[in-house]
């Protein structure tokens, strides 16, 4: 399966930003879909991920309550929408997705199969 991000720019601290991903080559219901983000020098770090049927997620501790993750299997896209941003959001932003039979979403150390090119995101003080 191969994945598109987009939707990254610059925005001011305490904005808003939406991001996208569109999958394309697979079932895209058979996959758990995930956000994950790299700052400059820092290791990458799970962001969100959402189960097949998009009734299980999980996000973690520096975005929840900021951020929302959601899915549309009718149009195999994946949405990051990132509210009251921080400076310290400032990253590159992959959605990654991983086969699975389980109706929940993965653990946040789960490996993932498949990867899109990151898209930038600035968050400016």
């Known amino acids: 399966v191969q994945l598109q991000a987009s939707g990254g720019g610059l925005v001011q601290a305490g904005g808003s930003l939406r991001l996208s991903c569109t999958t394309s080559g697979g079932t895209f219901s058979n996959y758990i879909m995930g956000w994950f983000r790299q700052a400059p020098g820092k290791e990458r770090e799970f962001i969100a991920s959402i189960s097949r049927n998009g009734r299980d997620t999980d996000l973690s501790d520096s975005v929840k309550g900021r951020f929302t993750i959601s899915r549309d299997n009718a149009k195999n896209t994946v949405s990051l929408q990132m509210n009251s941003m921080k400076p310290e959001d400032t990253a590159v932003y992959s959605c990654?997705?991983?086969?699975?039979?389980?109706?929940?979403?993965?653990?946040?150390?789960?490996?993932?199969?498949?990867w899109g090119q990151g898209t930038l995101v600035t968050v400016s003080s």
């Open positions: 990654a997705a991983r086969f699975s039979f389980s109706s929940f979403t993965a653990g946040r150390t789960a490996s993932y199969g498949h």
